[in-house]
């Protein structure tokens, strides 16, 4: 009883606390001049300029071949206008969308920032998308306006150009590849020369759509998730309390912008806050990641779990020699963050690894560990100031108990459906074109994320799995992370994928895929170790039946391990 008494009290007490930071969070930005609302690409940009702040650097580009660009706010802010004034010469209205496909180059940033500024909708696609995603995304989004390069319109678009009904323009980066003369398609440099650099951006909406990122897709037709101008306020507040984003500092997040965080945390949140972006156009390598550690002195470092691991597998050796002496925080997102890699980020960077957890419809970080916090290796943290959340009771079947059309919410250490109470600046607005689908995302005044979690008493939240990736085996609910954790303490293991196989007996049976780390040989002897570890960390019940080594292990664009296509590949291979 005084769990649950002492739970309500500090769950009373945080939502009287959200309705202040989400004030007090508004009034941190400036709102367009004159009192015409509020619009991303203005706090994120111009009002540095305004506040005298013009000349200090916003974007540093390397490039993958050892070039530099470095692009200070008022450059910034200048170029950003010549896109927006590029977007008028064609014609383009308020409202209409704007895809952007291009690498991790400072066009890309340029391109997103002025398309806000004209307040049309920008959508950023992955640079490695092939035609057919390209083409599902356009068509759904109904894209307007296509920023890419020349080799990417020739491979990708002019292949599926006729079915691409409402593309009215391609305006083309210049690279090494020359298209061939088209109706509609023209030169970003031409364009970009003969446009103003003044700009006033319009009245501005915060109910105004901005950003349209589609989910990965991996079970069907990918879904448009909105997001509006307000969304900036818990871009910047979360930046604030997450990450100690401060001015002038070196950011360096290496999600691509094609992905929600790589918008969110690598373009919004820490030009809000006037510090320097460090863009790297070139793929992950742990040597030339240490080194851009260390030679442009990085003081927060944003990442994925994904190259956690793959910096784990390389081990400390590599980190030595090299001074990240100015790194303040280095913060995780994408999927969770396995106590391994959390205890081993002590041994290799001195300092904790804070990861955190959000989706792409809550449009920024919701449940965190964050600088000042104790870590609990494992859990996800705590919620963020300004959000509620929840834990909600399911049956089964994975239907809400619901009493007088609230759900009914349950007492810390339970297992069941992690939840937030609407109405934090940043959550998603609609689905597009899927009004239905989007209705079914919530219960109550609750948004229901679809991940399974518990709470403890202190406030922590611990993740158990996706509802639809839980193994449900001889009746026990087995969640996939619980097991691939366990994997990860063994000394061999540098990352691990758990999926359950169908059983006529008891339902299903776990069935593990473990990458080795470096210079690990794979043996008869090795395979046993590792059998009697995940027995002695688990118990039978929850134990692997069996364990496969492999190479590498499929991860979607954003370095999610995907589950699903290990479960699907397995099951064809088995009939």
């Given at each position: 009883?005084?769990r649950q008494?002492s739970?309500?009290?500090r769950v ?5 606390d959200n309705?202040?930071?989400?004030s007090a969070?508004?009034a941190a930005?400036?709102?367009?001049p ?9 706090e994120?940009v ?5 506040h005298g702040r013009?000349?200090?650097t916003?974007?540093r580009w ?6 530099r660009?470095?692009l200070?706010y008022?450059?910034?802010r200048d170029e950003s ?13 308020p409202?209409?969308?704007?895809f952007?496909?291009?690498?991790r180059?400072?066009e ?5 920032l002025g ?5 049309t ?5 992955f640079?490695?998308?092939?035609p057919?995603?390209i083409?599902?995304?356009?068509n ?8 890419t390069?020349?080799?990417?319109y ?5 292949p599926?150009?006729?079915?691409l009904s409402t593309?009215?323009?391609?305006v ?5 590849v020359?298209?061939e003369?088209?109706d509609?398609v023209m030169s ?7 446009a ?5 951006i ?11 990122h ?13 997001h509006?101008?307000?969304a900036?306020v ?11 984003l401060r ?21 919004v949140?820490?030009l ?5 972006l ?8 742990v040597?030339r990641w ?5 030679s442009?002195r990085?003081n927060?470092?944003y990442?994925a ?7 784990m597998?390389a ?5 030595r020699?090299?001074d ?10 994408g999927?969770?963050l396995?106590?391994?890699?959390v ?7 001195g300092?904790?690894?804070?990861d955190?957890?959000w ?10 560990n ?20 929840q ?5 089964p079947?994975g239907?809400?108990?619901m ?8 007492p810390p250490?339970?297992d069941?459906e992690?939840a937030?109470?609407v ?9 597009l074109g ?6 079914k ?7 229901r994320t ?10 922590y ?18 969640g ?6 366990a994997?990860?303490?063994h000394?061999a293991?540098?990352e691990a994928?758990v ?6 007996v ?12 470096q210079?690990v040989v ?8 590792l ?5 002695r960390?688990l118990?039978a019940?929850?134990a ?6 492999r ?9 999610k ?13 088995h009939?």
């Amino acid at each position: 009883m005084w769990r649950q008494t002492s739970h309500a009290r500090r769950v009373s007490a945080q939502r009287t606390d959200n309705v202040q930071v989400w004030s007090a969070a508004r009034a941190a930005l400036d709102g367009l001049p004159h009192g015409a609302g509020l619009n991303i690409a203005h706090e994120a940009v111009d009002r540095h300029v305004l506040h005298g702040r013009g000349g200090e650097t916003a974007i540093r580009w390397l490039g993958k071949k050892g070039d530099r660009r470095e692009l200070t706010y008022e450059q910034l802010r200048d170029e950003s206008n010549r896109f927006a004034n590029l977007l008028v010469g064609l014609g383009v209205v308020p409202g209409e969308r704007v895809f952007v496909l291009l690498g991790r180059v400072p066009e890309l940033y340029v391109s997103v920032l002025g398309a806000l500024k004209h307040r049309t909708v920008v959508c950023p696609l992955f640079s490695s998308f092939g035609p057919e995603p390209i083409k599902q995304r356009v068509n759904l989004g109904s894209a307007s306006v296509l920023v890419t390069t020349a080799a990417h319109y020739a491979r990708k678009i002019v292949p599926i150009r006729s079915e691409l009904s409402t593309l009215r323009h391609v305006v083309l980066v210049s690279d090494d590849v020359a298209p061939e003369p088209e109706d509609g398609v023209m030169s970003w440099a031409l364009l970009m020369g003969e446009a103003s650099s003044s700009y006033r951006i319009g009245p501005t909406s915060p109910e105004d759509p901005a950003l349209l990122h589609f989910t990965s897709g991996t079970t069907g037709t990918p879904k448009g998730v909105v997001h509006v101008h307000e969304a900036v306020v818990a871009h910047h507040a979360t930046g604030t309390h997450v990450l100690d984003l401060r001015a002038g500092d070196i950011f360096w997040c290496t999600a691509d912008p094609g992905w929600v965080t790589g918008t969110s945390y690598g373009i919004v949140s820490p030009l809000t806050h006037g510090a320097t972006l460090i863009v790297d156009e070139a793929d992950f390598d742990v040597d030339r990641w240490y080194g851009i550690l260390q030679s442009e002195r990085v003081n927060v470092w944003y990442t994925a779990p994904t190259a956690i691991r793959m910096l784990m597998r390389a081990g400390t050796k590599a980190v030595r020699g090299h001074d990240l002496s100015a790194l303040r925080v280095v913060a995780s997102v994408g999927e969770p963050l396995n106590p391994e890699a959390v205890i081993w980020g002590r041994a290799a960077y001195g300092m904790d690894i804070l990861d955190n957890w959000w989706q792409t419809e809550t449009g920024g970080i919701m449940i965190a560990n964050r600088p000042g916090l104790a870590v609990k290796p494992g859990s996800m943290g705590v919620a963020v100031p300004g959000i509620e959340a929840q834990i909600l009771r399911r049956d089964p079947a994975g239907h809400l108990e619901m009493n007088d059309g609230e759900p009914a919410i349950e007492p810390p250490g339970v297992d069941g459906e992690l939840a937030l109470r609407v109405g934090w600046p940043s959550m998603f607005r609609a689905y597009l074109g899927m009004e239905d689908r989007y209705r079914k995302c919530f219960a109550g005044s609750w948004y229901r994320t679809g991940d399974l979690a518990r709470i403890d008493d202190d406030g922590y939240f611990w993740f158990v799995g996706r509802a639809d990736d839980v193994i449900k085996s001889a009746g026990h609910l087995i969640g996939p992370f619980e097991v691939e954790s366990a994997l990860m303490e063994h000394a061999a293991i540098a990352e691990a994928g758990v999926i359950g196989i169908p059983d006529p007996v008891i339902g299903e049976v776990v069935k593990a895929f473990v990458v080795l780390k470096q210079g690990v040989v794979d043996d008869p002897a090795l395979r046993r170790d590792l059998m009697a570890h995940a027995r002695r960390k688990l118990g039978a019940v929850i134990a692997p039946r069996e364990i496969v080594v492999r190479n590498e292990l499929p991860h979607t664009r954003s370095g999610k391990i995907m589950r699903r296509l290990l479960k699907a590949r397995e099951l064809e291979a088995h009939g």
